[in-house]
């Protein structure tokens, strides 16, 4: 049987990664992340509330707060690195560690608004948030659960090399959804 190890707050402020940095949400962001997950895609694709509220955008910011104190999830706004502008989303959430045998995990998921799609913000965002996870949160494995038919986000995760792990299921506003698992592993992506 594992021990899995106390969540300590997680702490950060900005990852630079090229022409995305990664950042702590702001209040002033909250009219990004309402009219940002007005888009059907990205409220068909993840798990956030559909419709997209106003209300939902300012609980989403304090979730995030919320959620880095307790040591479980980073939240970041994704900003171009030149002129700050607001791009998208990525997180790790289900931060776990293993003390005994001295692994773990977090999944990863973003979103990325329709304005700044083909741009590269995803993989870069992505290989952004999977190296400091590998290297602030000492995880050795990022994966996450795809929904099936979500061929951009797969076409994302290979380019950051993540491979199929198998099939796997994640919930969706409270349904579970089949999906497959992408992984990636701290000693694959050096």
Known sequence: M???AE???????????GPVTLRPWEPADVSFVYDACQDLEIQRWTNLPSPFRASDAVALL???TTLRERGTAALFAVASTDQGELLGAVSLRDIERDIQRDEGRASIGYWVAVEARGRGVATNAVEAASHWAFAALGVDEVYADVLHGNEGSVRVLERCGFAPDGESSCAQRGVTQPSI?????ATSSR
């Open 2 to 4: 594992s021990e899995w």
């Open 7 to 17: 969540a300590d707050a997680i702490g950060f402020d900005e990852v630079a990664a």
């Open 62 to 64: 304090q979730f995030s």
């Open 181 to 185: 698992r992408y992984t990636l592993r």
